[in-house]
């Protein structure tokens, strides 16, 4: 219901936060909202699809998936232009497809399979771990290469936690974390654009108003939440959306929100999105088995990161990233793989064993 509840209400965010910039871009002002409305309803019959097919299967073929989530994410090199000097999308027609939204649920699903399978051997390093971290390795390397850096970085926060929760040595992931983080900072500041984003950061949270072009985005969206106010301006009242802010109906879609529906509107959907954790982490908790627990524990744990890093991003919290809010944002290919995943998560849950403690998992 809480999925549900945000997907239906994402189409008449969107239509609100993409109409001037439909009409501007397209002449067309329902343009935006007729393709989420449309992708809405593909992803809620994935979800419903998916929610039919036993999650075991998705072990058997964890490694093919994987593959085949690779493959797009080399082709997106060859076979698409950029934009933006980004290699982020190919295009199949009239449908533009996102590898990486396919990798990271890949992922997730491998990584689950890979955890089940070796727990007898994953405190140690070479047989345990050193697998996993090969294949996060690879995919967060090509995603961070398009250059896609938050999601790579996203991505790879996904794996660690997997692995923590996989009962990997804490010794060995605190030795990971520091390696990984200096080399996630040297990354950082190695793109011009990249340290731009970090001194826009320091600068707003500091005060300054030495603030440069780049910061635009995160200062428009706290625009539109300083006039939201505690109420809101009102359903399609928001006036930051009137090409003031880009990316309205996609990444910063949770600005307009705060403008329209106020600080109430904010702090329901973050419930929404508490409730679906507290739901989602009870799914792996009674989950039969230990790859139900991997997957699901990895599925909504992807879920919630998202959203957390996406309202954070638009509250000026984080530095701005291209990170759309999970259920929400204006969707292509990243509502129907949410929906996949979410349809994956429900099957989990309808062979729930209650009471099922996860410590026994591991014995």
């Known amino acids: 219901m809480a999925t ?10 969107v239509y609100s936060a993409s109409a001037s910039i439909a009409e501007y871009r397209f002449g067309d002002y329902d343009k935006l909202f007729i393709n989420h409305t449309i992708r809405v309803m593909i992803g809620l019959l994935a979800l419903i699809f998916f929610m039919k097919i036993d999650y075991h299967v998705w072990m058997r073929y964890s490694k093919p998936i994987m593959f085949a989530a690779l493959i797009p994410l080399v082709l997106v090199f060859l076979i698409s232009s950029p934009i933006n000097g980004a290699y982020r999308w190919i295009y199949i027609g009239p449908v533009n497809f996102q590898p990486s939204e396919l990798a990271k649920f890949a992922l997730v699903i491998h990584f689950a399979a890979l955890l089940t399978q070796r727990q007898e051997v994953i405190k140690d ?19 961070a290469l398009q250059p896609n850096f938050s999601s790579a970085m996203v991505i790879f926060i996904i794996s660690i936690a997997m692995m ?83 990316e309205a109906y996609g990444d910063f879609i949770f600005s307009i929100i705060g403008e329209e529906y106020g600080f109430i509107g904010t702090v329901l959907i973050i419930i929404v999105f508490i409730i679906m954790a507290w739901r989602g982490i009870k799914i792996a908790r009674n989950a039969p088995d230990n790859f139900g627990y991997f997957l699901a524990f990895g599925i909504i744990f992807t879920f919630i990161l998202y959203a957390f890093v996406s309202a954070a991003v638009n509250t000026g919290l984080l530095p701005t990233t291209g990170l759309p809010m999970p259920f929400v944002s204006y969707g292509g290919t ?15 849950s309808s062979h729930s064993v209650k009471g099922n403690n996860t410590n026994q998992k591991f014995t």
Do not use: E, T
């Open 4 to 13: 549900l509840g945000l997907m239906l209400f994402s189409i008449a965010f």
């Open 125 to 143: 390093f070479k047989l345990g771990l050193l697998p996993l971290l090969i294949w996060s390795f690879i995919v967060c390397l090509l995603i």
């Open 164 to 246: 923590f929760v996989g009962n990997a040595n804490g010794k060995h992931l605190s030795v990971i974390g520091i390696i990984a983080f200096i080399g996630l900072v040297g990354y950082a500041v190695s793109a011009a654009y990249r340290m731009q984003r970090i001194i826009n950061y320091v600068g707003m949270a500091s005060g300054s108003s030495d603030i440069s072009d780049a910061a635009f985005q995160s200062q428009q969206a706290i625009i539109a939440f300083g006039s939201g106010g505690i109420f809101g301006l009102g359903p399609g009242q928001s006036r930051q959306s009137l090409l003031f802010l880009p």
């Open 334 to 348: 990243a509502i129907i793989f949410y929906c996949v995943a979410m349809g994956i998560l429900l099957n989990i």
